[in-house]
């Protein structure tokens, strides 16, 4: 059995118009240094975007969030920032902006499965939750 670990994750959010601060969480980025571990994934609900904002530009979304994922893999891809260490990308990656891809306050976990953790913020912080249908 692995030994737990602790992990640093902020969820992503678009925010389609600023302005008004409203928003979609699309995805999840979780790094344990004890592990070398950056990771970001996204479950992006378009629909749900564009209820915010029919105009928000999809394909802006879609390069931003890529460009997360380069962060979190580093090397040449991304560019000056993936050259830094995999702590200073998550702070660069989580620090606080005024555009439309934003993230939350940073918070900690621990787990035994770094992945399965990352898993498990997408399931609960940014799929949506079903609701059971009521009974006739």
């Given amino acids: 059995m692995p030994d737990p670990c602790t992990y640093d994750y902020a969820i992503v959010r678009v925010v389609p118009r600023v302005e008004r601060g409203e928003f979609v969480n699309v995805g999840a980025i979780v790094s344990s240094d004890a592990k070398g571990y950056l990771a970001a994934r996204f479950a992006v609900d378009e629909a749900r975007l564009l209820a915010l904002d029919p105009n928000v ?10 460009a997360i994922a380069a962060v979190c893999a580093g090397g040449a891809p991304a560019g000056a920032i993936g050259r830094l260490s995999l702590r200073e990308r998550f702070h660069w990656l989580v620090a606080p902006r005024s555009t ?3 993230t939350s306050a940073v918070h900690t976990g621990r787990c035994d499965d770094l992945a399965d953790a990352l898993d498990h913020l997408l399931e609960r912080m940014v799929r949506p939750t079903t609701t059971p249908k009521p009974s006739p």
């Fill in 100 to 102: 439309i891809i934003q």
């Fill in 57 to 66: 530009d999809l394909n802006a979304v879609r390069t931003a969030l890529a």
